[in-house]
């Protein structure tokens, strides 16, 4: 905490670090230049798979493209305002994301009446919450990495934020190993609001040698900042209520001399 350099956090998503962490941004903001770097960014055009579909009629914005650039625009007014940058690197969502080889039975009017034999994950709960990344994102993961070394190296960022991974969400897993490329730098953050109902790895922190650190000034104003996510805050907090949670942060264990 001490001192007023960069620090860079990686938001698999497009609300993700104000879910996360709105309450640090928001006070470290007034400190030092906060850069959020997301990730999954963008969709895919139809046709879409069951999960997709679903996904688009909770956020009451039918049309993938348009749903997009509404979250785009929503977490860009929320970041400035908090005084933080916010930079959208543009990748798809792992619920649009396609496989670069489909099957070779899978003709396009297959793949308008069962796109899920296209797309790399097809189902939310059997493929995207499971925690296995598919091979098909390898490639993906290596242009990512170059994306965040770059980000690293011009922004000079003292601390890397990235997802502890808490659900099990392939995109957030995907932006904690490349947070955690930079061991010299990385600190982890509790996945809210999946931590509501599922708690952190305290088994794998601990082998990291990570221990956990809360952050619990300013929840109320992150709560507001949260409903500002005008596309996302119902199909996340059905009836409005937002829980006030604690921020959770994993960060190494502190050295004992002697």
Not at 153 to 180: M, N, S, Y
Not at 214 to 232: F, S
Request: hydrophobic letters at 40%.
């Amino acid at each position: 905490m001490a001192g007023n350099a960069p620090w860079l956090f990686l938001s698999p998503h497009l609300d993700d670090a104000v879910l996360s962490c709105g309450a640090l941004l928001e006070a470290q903001a007034k400190e030092r230049e906060i850069i959020v770097a997301t990730l999954f960014t963008e969709a895919q055009p139809s046709p879409h798979t069951r999960a997709a579909r679903s996904f688009m009629r909770q956020c009451t914005i039918p049309d993938a493209g348009e749903l997009f650039e509404a979250r785009q625009r929503e977490d860009r007014a929320v970041l400035e305002a908090m005084g933080v940058h916010p930079i959208h690197l543009g990748q798809v969502d792992a619920l649009f994301r396609r496989r670069r080889k489909p099957p070779m039975v899978c003709s396009s009017a297959w793949d308008r009446l069962l796109p899920e034999l296209t797309h790399r994950y097809p189902t939310y709960r059997f493929d995207i919450a499971m925690g296995r990344i598919a091979k098909g994102d390898y490639a993906l993961i290596r242009s990512l990495g170059a994306a965040v070394a770059t980000l690293l190296a011009e922004t000079e960022a003292e601390l890397l934020f990235c997802p502890a991974g808490v659900g099990k969400h392939v995109d957030h897993l995907i932006t904690r190993q490349l947070g955690q490329g930079y061991p010299e730098h990385v600190v982890m953050y509790s996945d809210f609001p999946y931590d509501v109902a599922t708690a952190p790895d305290q088994r794998h922190m601990s082998k990291m040698g990570f221990v956990p650190w809360t952050w619990d000034t300013g929840l109320n104003a992150k709560q507001a900042r949260i409903r500002e996510y005008a596309t996302q805050a119902d199909a996340l907090f059905p009836g409005g209520n937002i829980p006030r949670k604690p921020e959770t942060y994993f960060v190494p264990a502190p050295v004992r001399a002697g």
